[in-house]
């Protein structure tokens, strides 16, 4: 047992070191992500499940550099390729974003432009690498076909809101294809879409990873897609990051209270209906930074040292970690 350290790894693409996020507020900030730390090998998918606001969003889009940079305030950094995104001069950060990092969001309504057809925004994509307008679109009709939109031609003229849920979001995934980034974010990427278009685009993702050796940041709150498709998974918790290990681990021999909570709800459950089960209780208030475990107040197992614990990460085993005073081996309870 040891006290992590942060070493870099070979073929580490993504680095994430005590990222903080604050939303500012009337009258109160709210402390949505409080200093994690995570890192994302060269193909790996790591996703990050946690109960509904407990800041993965809010990560993904501090990753991104999407959040409003005047009404947030971001500590830490980013290393992406070795350079910290976070303090990159703005203009330079859209070099990198949807070129060498992709985004996929829960509502593609969000991210497509209703004013444009779908054809005009993959081929804006595409024209980026300065391929020709003739060539782009013949290009965009492939992608359509790949990402398996019927009649492609039809499709390049029709705009998003002519499109079904599942043909935006696949719309969104041609674009990610197109552009062939290095990372792709992928918050709640299959959340609206029925079954059958939710296994076609999980497909599709694991098609870009594998052809692409993209890397995979997914945040589902199904742990099925979970068991599915993570390489490595990390439980968030109020802002904070509780445990993080290979999906195995995490499954098999969860070591954090809240991760064995979460994971004891799952075998009850019908295969397919394996969504994150909120356990009793609720998150703490996030408008003040949160003193000790995040989790104490709900845990089974909180002992006096839970109130002062500061939230570092213990390495417990081969690529497993823990934030926990039950783990601290300081003698106590
Ligand atoms: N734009 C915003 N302004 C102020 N507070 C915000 C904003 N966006 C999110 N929050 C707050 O930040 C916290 C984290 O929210 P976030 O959306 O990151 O959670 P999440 O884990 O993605 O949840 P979900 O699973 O429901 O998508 C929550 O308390 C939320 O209310
Ligand atoms: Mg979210």
């Known amino acids: 047992m040891n006290a992590v350290s942060w070493d870099s790894h070979s073929e580490e ?6 990222l903080s996020v604050r939303y500012r507020g009337t009258p109160k900030d709210i402390h949505a992500v409080g200093g994690i730390s995570f890192s994302i090998s060269k193909s790996e998918v790591f996703s990050l ?10 990560t993904a889009h501090a990753i991104a550099r999407l ?7 971001l500590g830490g950094q980013v290393f ?3 350079c910290d995104l976070l303090a990159l001069p703005w203009s330079e950060m859209t070099s990198y974003r949807g070129s060498r990092i992709g985004m996929i969001f829960q509502n593609p309504l969000d991210s497509l432009n209703p004013l444009w057809t779908a054809g005009y925004q993959i081929g804006e994509a595409i024209r980026c690498d300065g391929i020709d307008s003739s060539a782009a679109l013949s290009m965009t009709e492939g992608l359509l076909g790949e990402v398996m939109i019927p009649d492609p031609a039809r499709r390049t003229s029709s705009y998003p809101h002519e499109l079904s849920g599942g043909m935006r979001q696949r719309v969104m995934i041609a674009m990610m294809i197109s552009r062939r980034p290095s990372l792709l974010i992928a918050d709640e990427p299959t959340t609206a879409l029925d079954v059958t278009i939710q296994s076609q685009i999980l497909d599709l993702i694991r ?4 052809t692409h050796q993209t890397s995979i940041l997914l945040i589902t709150h199904d742990f099925g897609i979970v068991a599915d498709m993570a390489d490595r998974v990390g439980v968030m918790y109020a802002g904070k990051l509780m445990e993080v290990g290979d999906v195995e681990a995490i499954f098999e021999s969860p070591l ?14 019908p295969k397919g209906e394996r969504r994150l089960e909120v356990i009793q209780g609720s998150v703490p208030d996030m408008s003040a930074p949160i003193e000790g475990c995040a989790f104490r107040e709900r845990c089974e197992e909180a002992f006096g040292r839970c109130e002062k614990w500061e939230g570092r990460m213990i390495e417990m085993g081969a690529r497993h970690l823990v934030s926990c005073a039950l783990f601290s081996g300081d003698g106590e309870p």
């Open 67 to 73: 959040l409003d940079e005047k009404k947030t305030t």
């Open 49 to 58: 499940v946690g109960e509904s606001g407990c800041g993965k969003s809010t």
């Open 256 to 269: 954090h209270p809240y991760t064995q909570k979460l994971m004891k709800a799952l075998p009850n459950m």
């Open 80 to 82: 992406f390729d070795g």
């Open 13 to 18: 693409l993504l680095r994430v070191k005590n």
């Open 207 to 210: 098609e870009l990873r594998r």
